[in-house]
T-cell receptor, first 113, second 113 residues
């Protein structure tokens, strides 16, 4: 089974609107971390946000928030007030303690002016 | 503080050759991991090193190998190159090998002709 599933290969959003990028994960370990990364066309991966499995509240970092639904094993990224510079590939990732990082196949986000 | 540095940035090789990629982590970071990224495949985990010891290894053939030096710098070697090895190879570092975010380099774009 895939550890990380991103079902949206491509998404479009109007500038200044909010957008949700989906991510589901699979693990039997009670302790894990969830991450979102952004990869612009330049290629470098940029860390956006982190959610620990024991965190009670959803993580937020500026315009980014993570909609963490533990029972559904869902960790969707919400970007509010989209900007043109948000156009990029977005990757969801998970790590279990002592184990490797698992990445999804990514979602390509295009912000339309 | 300097970021993760990968050299070279671009590399062109022919089938059957071997290649060595280099990665210098952020100062003080002891964990280095390598990923292969191809279009549509997301990031595939190659291996992770922590304090010169390989901690995790992905599902890649033995042609792919790596090592880490005492100064935490890491090298990745691919022998007997195949066309399918053409990819962006990303290196990432973190302070420890736990639930911490990864800091990525800009990658080495390898083309095998």
């Amino acid at each position: 089974a895939q550890k990380i599933t991103q079902t949206q290969p491509g998404m479009f959003v109007q500038e200044k609107e909010a957008v949700t990028l989906d991510c589901t994960y699979d693990t039997s370990d009670p302790s894990y971390g969830l991450f979102w990364y952004k990869q612009p066309s330049s290629g470098e991966m940029i860390f956006l946000i982190y959610q620990g499995s024991y965190d009670q509240q959803n993580a937020t970092e500026g315009r980014y928030s993570l909609n963490f639904q533990k029972a559904r094993k869902s960790a969707n990224l919400v970007i509010s007030a989209s900007q043109l510079g948000d156009s990029a590939m977005y990757f969801c990732a998970m790590r279990e303690p002592g184990n490797q990082f698992y990445f999804g196949t990514g979602t390509s986000l295009t912000v339309i002016p | 503080k300097a970021g993760v540095t990968q050299t070279p940035r671009y590399l062109i090789k022919t089938r059957g050759q071997q290649v060595t990629l280099s990665c210098s982590p952020i100062s003080g970071h002891r964990s280095v991991s390598w990923y292969q990224q191809t279009p549509g495949q997301g990031l595939q985990f190659l291996f992770e090193y922590f304090s010169e010891t390989q901690r995790n290894k992905g599902n890649f053939p033995g042609r792919f190998s790596g090592r880490q030096f005492s100064n935490s710098r890491s090298e990745m070697n691919v022998s007997t190159l195949e066309l399918g090895d053409s990819a962006l190879y990303l290196c990432a570092s973190s302070l420890r090998s736990t639930n911490e975010k990864l800091f990525f380099g800009s990658g080495t774009q390898l083309s095998v002709l």
